[in-house]
């Protein structure tokens, strides 16, 4: 799969959020990227940044958040496109609960990890 097909399942995926959700999201950004740091070679996704849950009267002029969906473990995980459309969607999930204060543990009891 190319890199734009990869990325308009990101942005599709995005839009797939309920818009009062999207609404609330606050000073993030997503990329794409093809490969994680190679210490975790598997990694679909990354969240790095203050969850809005954590963020205070001194949270101001800073850097915004990221998220990052990594191409590379996506299309060798899924053998098919399918199953990209719907990892895609997981791990944009995924990622976003993390900036709305969700941990691994809750999105692991939610279905979502």
Do not use: K
Not at 43 to 68: F, Q, S
Not at 91 to 110: N, P, R, S, Y
């Amino acid at each position: 799969m190319s890199r734009d097909a990869f990325e308009s399942l990101v942005s599709d995926a995005l839009d797939q959020i309920p818009p009062q959700l999207a609404a609330m999201m606050d000073n993030v950004a997503v990329f794409v990227e093809d490969e994680p740091d190679p210490a975790t070679p598997d990694l679909l996704g990354l969240y790095e940044g203050t969850p809005l849950t954590e963020r205070g009267e001194w949270y101001a002029g800073v850097l915004p958040d990221r998220i990052i969906v990594y191409r590379g473990p996506t299309l060798r995980l899924c053998p098919t496109e399918e199953l990209v459309v719907a990892e895609v969607r997981t791990t944009v999930i995924h990622e976003v609960a993390h900036h709305f204060g969700f941990d691994d543990d809750e999105l692991h009891e939610l279905g979502w990890s």
